[in-house]
């Protein structure tokens, strides 16, 4: 009697057990409206490991951007510490926004990267990034990571994993299946424990997926980067002195460069073969059989084509004049 008495005190009664898992169900309930999604997203039936995941991230969040608040500074709002400073900022992005801490998981990333990459914000807030990023990959990442500040903010470009490439136009043949390439431009945090990432997929390397602004031109090469084509905008600023026509077509991409400059072309030319889009950093051209210069910005894209059962690579550089 004795024994089977104190059991029946250790054990909850089924209402006790039933009322427990409402407060315990009440208490998830709350805590997804305070969590840093979506309302559409927080609505939805989320597991509580994930939960518990998603609510130590924001705590994260809150004590690198919550704990003060100082009147607005345009300083304020471009590192991200005002008040104002919210969701509805990042979403005018043309692409999408992370913050990581000093280990590198996500502490933010705003929900258009469903847009983009497919991926989910809840899946992927409080996981490491280099989770997602290729293996090939991880080094460069983790290079601009380590040595961006404040007054030198690094850029990289990455392949991402993704579930919208499976839609990708069959005539391109990627280099890797299941990923996007990115540009990541990756700055400094309110202090050292924080990095801010500006994420910008880069189109589909198909030519007639590229807008082409109008402030810039146009030029393919074949893989070794001799000129196979440029637009007439590109003929009128990039006359050469080395042919008898001042046409450049034949020429090497590398001899419009400034010899100053020539590291940068050459280390695009070594990621393009992996990555098969590339977004480089200002770098100058030589302008009209002059030494004069201008800077560029160039996104790069290679593209396979198949004819006769041979696949025919080509180059091609939208370079926006600054």
């Known amino acids: 009697m004795n024994s089977s008495y104190q059991e029946s005190k250790q054990k909850p009664s089924k209402s006790q057990a039933q009322q427990r898992r409402q407060m315990e169900n009440f208490e998830f309930s709350q805590l997804a409206k ?43 709002y471009y590192y991200g510490s005002d008040s104002a400073w919210t969701t509805n900022h990042l979403d005018l992005l043309d692409g999408f926004f992370a913050i990581l801490d000093r280990q590198g998981d996500v502490l933010y990333i705003s929900e ?21 990023i290729h293996e090939q990959d991880v080094t460069c990442f983790n290079s601009a990571l380590n040595y961006c500040d404040r007054n030198w903010p690094q850029m990289c470009n990455v392949r991402i994993k993704s579930s919208l490439t499976k839609r990708a136009n069959k ?24 990095r801010m990432i500006a994420c910008y997929p880069m189109p589909t390397p198909v030519l007639s997926t590229v807008t082409i602004p109008f402030n810039s031109f146009v030029i393919i090469t074949s893989i070794d980067l001799r000129i196979t084509y440029a637009d007439e905008k590109a003929q009128q600023m990039l006359k050469s002195y080395y042919s008898t026509d001042g046409n450049i077509k034949g020429m090497s991409y590398y001899s419009l460069i400034d010899v100053a400059d020539t590291e940068v072309i050459s280390k695009m030319h070594f990621y393009i073969f992996n990555l098969g889009a590339y977004k ?11 030494s004069t210069t201008f800077y560029v910005e160039s996104s790069i894209f290679r593209h396979t084509s198949v004819s006769s059962k041979q696949f025919i690579d080509s180059v091609t550089f939208v370079s926006l004049v600054l």
């Open 112 to 132: 258009t990267i469903s847009i983009y990459l497919g991926l989910s914000q809840v899946e992927m807030t409080g996981n490491p990034l280099v989770d997602y």
């Open 171 to 194: 005539d391109a043949v990627r280099a890797s299946p299941g990923y996007k390439v990115l540009r990541l431009e990756i700055t400094m945090g309110l202090n050292s424990s924080t």
């Open 280 to 290: 480089t950093p200002y770098y100058r051209m030589i302008l009209n059989q002059t």
């Open 34 to 76: 305070e969590l840093p999604l979506a309302r559409a997203i927080s609505g939805q039936h989320i597991d509580k490991t994930t939960m518990v995941r998603l609510a130590t991230a924001y705590i994260k969040l809150f004590n690198t951007f919550g704990q003060s608040r100082r009147a607005y500074s345009p300083a304020d």
